[in-house]
């Protein structure tokens, strides 16, 4: 099995909730808000299409368990005036 970019990671997550009416139907119900959470070990974000709602897991330094390698991830979660930013980043690591 080769190595998957994690632009497609993140790309194939989008498109699973994109399509999942079910998971679509919960998201509506949660009042607004930014949702972290963890234990997963990969890093991936998610927002409704009108952004009210942001699911966050900032990934694993300790044991990041993702297609990218060498290297760990962190978040960056920006907060001004009600809006939301969410920044990925990654740093090498051997």
Known sequence: MGDISFEAF???IHRYFDRDAQFQQRLSELPPGVYLFG???IQWHYASDDGRVVLLDAGSCGLPLECVKDSVP???LELTD?????EERRLPFD
Do not use: L, Q
């Open 10 to 12: 993140t790309r194939d």
């Open 39 to 41: 234990h997963c070990h």
């Open 74 to 76: 962190y978040t960056i």
């Open 82 to 86: 009600g809006t939301v930013r969410v």
